[in-house]
């Protein structure tokens, strides 16, 4: 198994982290898409898509709620993280200031 990362900046203060596994028969066995950001100079996760606990689902940190992800590969779901975040990071990021009373 082969395990690939990368670092994607959004802004000097916003990126997205994407981690997967490869198995040996080049299928995406793990990964994870995280989408950190630095609020008064400390990070904070904001969002992740993963497969951890054995399926797909997203975690947003201002909610404790897990939304599972369904009929969809692991390659699809790392490219509907990414658009999701790049399109939607500004949003997230304001949740997370809110609920930190920034």
């Known amino acids: 198994m082969i395990t690939k990362e990368?670092?994607?900046?959004?802004?000097v203060d916003?990126?997205?982290?994407?981690?997967f596994t490869i198995d040996d028969d080049s299928n995406i066995v793990k990964f994870s898409v995280n989408y950190?950001?630095?609020?008064?100079?400390?990070?904070?996760?904001?969002?992740?898509?993963?497969?951890?606990?054995?399926y797909a689902h997203?975690?947003?940190?201002?909610?404790?709620?897990?939304?599972?992800?369904?009929?969809?590969t692991n390659l699809?779901?790392?490219k509907l993280?990414?658009?999701d975040i790049t399109n939607n990071w500004k949003k997230y990021k304001k949740k997370v200031e809110?609920?930190?009373g920034i």
Do not use: C, G, M, S
């Not at 990368?6 to 802004?11: A, E, G, K, L, V």
């Not at 916003?14 to 981690?19: A, G, K, L, Q």
């Not at 950190?36 to 054995?54: C, E, G, S, V």
């Open 81 to 83: 993280a990414r658009i």
């Open 14 to 19: 916003d990126w997205i982290d994407v981690r």
């Open 36 to 54: 950190t950001a630095l609020i008064d100079q400390k990070a904070y996760p904001i969002i992740r898509y993963d497969n951890a606990h054995d």
């Open 6 to 11: 990368f670092r994607y900046h959004i802004t």
């Open 98 to 100: 809110q609920l930190l």
């Open 58 to 72: 997203i975690d947003r940190y201002w909610t404790t709620k897990k939304e599972q992800i369904q009929e969809k």
């Open 76 to 78: 699809e779901i790392i």
